[in-house]
């Protein structure tokens, strides 16, 4: 059973930067793919960016390419997604989510564990 702890939302001026950040525990952290996935008031849920733990591959939404950057620190348990260049329509609750697959990546249905989420709010 692999337990994920969210942290590091806010509220924060289009253009600006966060850093979230995604604690794991109770499982073998660097065989698991994990990923940040969001979901703004009124949608669905949404893949942003993820790491697939078979290569350490990058994988991002299109929408957020340029700007997100994913990465992990397997000596700590820690996934971190940098956010710049932060836009309004970034608004939602962002999850960290955790799977044993290593291909489809960006397939929402595929994750087995979730974090709580924590809120990020982009004002224009």
């Known amino acids: 059973q692999v337990q994920l702890v969210e942290s590091g939302g806010g509220l924060v001026q289009a253009g600006g930067s966060l850093r979230l950040s995604c604690a794991a525990s109770?499982?073998?952290?660097?065989?698991?793919?994990i990923s940040w996935i969001r979901r703004a008031p009124g949608k669905e849920r949404e893949f942003v960016a993820g790491?697939?733990?078979?290569?350490?591959?990058?994988y991002y939404q299109n929408s957020v390419k340029g700007r997100f950057t994913v990465s992990r620190d397997n000596a700590k348990n820690t996934v971190y997604l940098q956010m710049n260049s932060l836009k309004p329509e970034d608004t939602a609750v962002y999850y960290c989510a955790a799977g044993p697959h290593w291909s489809g990546v960006s397939q929402v249905g595929k994750y087995d564990y979730w974090g709580q989420g924590t809120q990020v709010t982009v004002s224009s």
């Open positions: 790491l697939s733990w078979i290569d350490g591959s990058p």
């Open positions: 109770g499982g073998t952290f660097n065989r698991y793919t």
